[in-house]
C-alpha cells in the first residue's frame, strides 16, 4: 500500500513537472507570432493570391499544409473564407482577406454590418490567425464604377470598426486598383491618375497617408506587351537582362528602366505625388504571367511564365527598389497559386497558376539563392529532352543506346504503357534522356547524347505520361506533405517533454526538491 501511494505520489510530480510549462509556452505562442511577423513585414516579401474557382481545391487543411510545404508565408484571398482562416491558426502565414464587390453596399452604408464582419471575419480569428490586411473590393472604380461612391465610406466604416477592436495599427484597410486608373505610364514621370477619380482618389489617398495603409495595385507586364506589342519588348517585359541600349530612358528623370513592371510602380508614385501624396508604399496585388493561351495569345506559355515568375520573385528578394525609389522595394503578390480551371474563357484566365489543383506545378520555377520562397525552387529540378529539328535516324541512335548500353528505365515507352504515346522517335527519345539523365545525378555531360540533347526547367510530363524528373519531383513533395501532416497530428497528442518544452530552471529546481525526500529514504 505504501509502495502504491509512493508511486501515486511520484506520478503527480511528475506529470506537473512536465505539463506545467506547456500553459506557458501555449500562452507565450501567440505573442511570438505576432513579434516574428511584425518583424518580417518590414521585409519586402512575395505571396501569392488564391482564387477558388478551381473544380476541385484542397481542403482547408490540405492547403494550409501544402502552403507550408511550399514555404509560402503570404496569402491573399479574395473573400474571408473561414475553413481556411481556422486552418490558419499559429502557422505564422500571413494573410490579407477581402470584401467582395457585391457587399460594398451593406459595409459602406452601416457601420453596424461593418463593425459585424470584423467581429465575425476577424476578431473570431486574430492574433491566432495572423490576418495583415483587408482589401475592400477589387477593381471597383474600373469594373464597377457605380459603386465608387460607396469604396471609401466602406473602408472608413471597417477601420472604424477596427479602431474600436485595438486593432487599427496591426491590420490595415486599403482597396486593389486596376493599373488602368493610371494613364502615360510611361514615361513614368508624365504619369497621373484619370481625372474622373479625382473625388474618389484624394480622399483615399489622404486616408492612406493618415492610417499607414499600402497602395494596392494589380500590374500586369503582361497585358502592357500584349497591348503594345512592337513598342515594348518582350525581354523588357520578362525582367531579362538589357544591354544599356534596350533599356528603356525616362526622357525627363533621365532614369533607366530595365524591365516594366518597376515602370510601372515608379507610375504610380509620381501619379500619387501629383496629388501632394509622398508617404504611401506601393503593395502589388497581383502580378503574374499566364502558361496557356489561345491563338490570340501567343505569349501565354509556360517557358515565359516561368522567366517571368522567376525573375520577378529574385527582384522583390534582392531588394533593389525601383529606379525612382531604390529604397523602396514593393512586396508582391504573384497571381496565382493554382490554376482555376472554372474560369471562362479567353484560355489564358484558367492558366496563371503556379500549380495545378492538385498540388503539382505546372512548370518549375528557377530561384535558387533568393530565399527560401517556394519549396519547388528548381533550379537543380531540371529535365533532359531531345532538341528540336534533330533527324529521326539519330535521334534513334541516341534512344538505343540510352535505352541498351546506357541502362535508362524505358519501360514506360513500351506499347500500351503511359508515355508509348505520341509514338514518335522524338518523345520516346526524350523520355528515354530523362531517365538517364535522372539516374546519373543530373551529372554534368550526361544531358548531351551528341549534342542532340538539351536541358530545361519545363515539365515535359503530359497527360499520364509523368517523366523520371517529375516523378522525383512529385515523391519528395508528397513526402514532405505527409510528414507535414503526421507532425502536425503528432503535435496536437504529444505530451510535452523536455525537449519539446522550455521548462524554466525554477520549475526545475522545485522538482527536485520535491523529489529528494524519495531519493534519501532509500
Request: aromatic share 8%; glycine share 4%; net charge negative.
Amino acid at each position: 500500500m505504501a509502495n502504491s501511494k509512493l508511486t501515486t505520489y511520484l506520478i503527480l510530480i511528475i506529470c506537473f513537472c512536465f505539463t506545467v510549462p506547456s500553459t506557458a509556452k501555449t500562452s507565450t505562442l501567440v505573442q511570438e507570432i505576432k513579434q516574428q511577423s511584425q518583424v518580417q513585414d518590414k521585409e519586402p516579401f512575395v505571396g501569392v493570391n488564391l482564387g477558388t474557382d478551381v473544380s476541385d481545391l484542397l481542403s482547408a487543411t490540405d492547403l494550409v499544409s501544402f502552403l507550408q510545404v511550399q514555404k509560402i508565408s503570404h496569402i491573399r484571398l479574395y473573400d474571408a473564407n473561414q475553413d481556411i482562416l481556422k486552418a490558419l491558426a499559429k502557422t505564422k502565414i500571413r494573410v490579407i482577406i477581402s470584401v467582395p464587390n457585391n457587399q460594398l453596399l451593406a459595409i459602406g452604408s452601416s457601420n453596424t454590418t461593418a463593425a459585424s464582419w470584423i467581429d465575425r471575419y476577424v476578431v473570431a480569428y486574430y492574433p491566432e490567425t495572423l490576418i495583415t490586411g483587408i482589401a475592400v473590393g477589387d477593381e471597383v472604380l474600373t469594373t464597377v464604377p457605380s459603386s465608387a461612391p460607396l469604396l471609401l465610406p466602406a473602408i472608413q466604416s471597417l477601420y472604424g470598426a477596427l479602431v474600436a477592436a485595438n486593432l487599427h495599427t496591426q491590420i490595415k484597410v486599403s482597396t486593389p486598383h486596376a493599373a488602368s486608373i493610371i494613364l502615360d505610364t510611361f514615361p513614368p514621370s508624365q504619369a497621373y491618375f484619370n481625372q474622373s477619380l479625382t473625388s474618389v482618389m484624394v480622399p483615399l489617398l489622404q486616408f492612406l497617408s493618415r492610417t499607414g495603409s499600402p497602395l494596392m495595385m494589380n500590374l500586369y507586364p503582361y497585358y502592357v506587351f500584349m497591348e503594345n506589342k512592337g513598342v515594348v519588348p518582350l525581354d523588357n517585359s520578362l525582367f531579362k537582362p538589357l544591354t544599356p541600349s534596350k533599356e528603356m530612358v525616362d526622357p525627363n528623370t533621365l532614369l533607366h528602366y530595365t524591365n516594366v513592371l518597376d515602370a510601372m510602380i515608379d507610375a504610380a508614385y509620381v501619379s500619387m505625388k501629383n496629388l501632394n501624396v509622398t508617404d504611401v508604399v506601393v503593395l502589388v496585388t497581383e502580378s503574374g504571367w499566364p502558361s496557356k493561351g489561345d491563338s490570340k495569345e501567343p505569349y501565354a506559355t509556360k517557358d515565359n511564365a516561368d522567366t517571368y515568375n522567376s525573375n520577378l520573385i529574385k527582384h522583390v528578394l534582392d531588394r533593389s527598389g525601383t529606379p525612382l525609389h531604390p529604397e523602396i522595394t514593393s512586396s508582391v503578390y504573384i497571381y496565382e497559386l493554382f490554376n482555376e480551371d472554372l474560369r471562362s474563357p479567353p484560355v489564358s484566365e484558367a492558366n496563371w497558376g503556379l500549380f495545378y489543383s492538385n498540388s503539382t506545378p505546372v512548370y518549375l520555377l528557377h530561384v535558387s539563392g533568393s530565399g527560401t520562397f517556394l519549396a519547388n525552387d528548381t533550379t537543380n529540378q531540371t529535365f533532359c529532352i531531345a532538341m528540336d529539328g534533330v533527324d529521326s535516324k539519330t535521334l534513334q541512335t541516341a534512344l538505343d543506346w540510352a535505352c541498351g548500353p546506357g541502362r535508362a528505365n524505358c519501360s514506360e515507352i513500351q506499347p500500351g504503357e503511359s508515355c508509348y504515346q505520341p509514338n514518335n522517335v522524338k518523345n520516346h527519345a526524350s523520355y528515354a534522356f530523362d531517365s538517364y539523365y535522372q539516374m546519373e545525378g543530373k551529372a554534368s555531360g550526361s544531358c548531351d547524347f551528341k549534342g542532340v540533347a538539351m536541358i530545361t526547367t519545363t515539365d515535359p510530363s503530359h497527360g499520364s505520361c509523368v517523366f523520371p524528373g517529375s516523378k522525383m519531383v512529385s515523391n519528395k513533395t508528397r513526402t514532405v506533405l505527409n510528414s507535414t501532416e503526421v507532425s502536425g497530428a503528432a503535435e496536437r497528442l504529444k505530451f510535452n517533454t523536455f525537449h519539446g518544452s522550455q521548462i524554466s530552471a525554477t520549475t526545475v529546481a522545485f522538482c527536485i526538491l520535491l523529489l529528494i525526500p524519495f531519493v534519501t529514504t532509500r
